[in-house]
């Protein structure tokens, strides 16, 4: 075995073959990230191929049939709009991560499955399996509402 020169970062003594097959296995098994994309109200971004929006309700009402947002998703808590910050996926790989300055994400979406999962201010989260169809738009809701008090 050969001796590898300090500052390498790799142990004294391990085969220089085998750490340069090791590190370059590693990253052709790593995952892509997806970084955060943070927008505020009324803002539109292409993320990764994905048409994203930024919506206060007026703006995903006005919407509705103008633009090409297959998805839309609404994040509440006890009944009250969140600030969304969500995680699009398909096949479990994520596509956009977004914190909006507002009240609706808008997706623009090619049919399929996906999954929708969202940040509460408490630190968990909630999520939800969607299918986008051929035509029309998904409208739907991520959250939750306080248990109701036990009665007695």
Excluded at 21 to 28: E, M, P, R, T
Excluded at 131 to 149: F, H, S, Y
């Amino acid at each position: 075995m050969r001796r590898v020169p300090h500052g390498f970062g790799m142990a004294i003594g391990a085969p220089l073959g085998v750490m340069i097959a090791f590190s370059a296995y590693s990253a052709l098994c790593a995952q892509p990230t997806v970084s955060v994309l943070n927008l505020g109200g009324d803002k539109v971004r292409m993320v990764h191929g994905v048409r994203t929006a930024c919506a206060s309700e007026d703006f995903e009402q006005a919407q509705i049939g103008a633009a090409p947002y297959s998805m839309r998703i609404a994040v509440t808590e006890n009944g009250n709009y969140v600030p969304p910050r969500i995680t699009l996926s398909q096949n479990d790989q994520p596509l956009v991560r977004v914190v909006c300055k507002s009240d609706w994400v808008m997706f623009g979406l090619e049919p399929g499955a996906y999954a929708v999962s969202a940040a509460m201010p408490d630190g968990t989260s909630v999520s939800k399996h969607v299918e986008v169809p051929k035509d029309g738009v998904v409208r739907t809701a991520l959250g939750r509402e306080k248990p109701a008090a036990p009665t007695s």
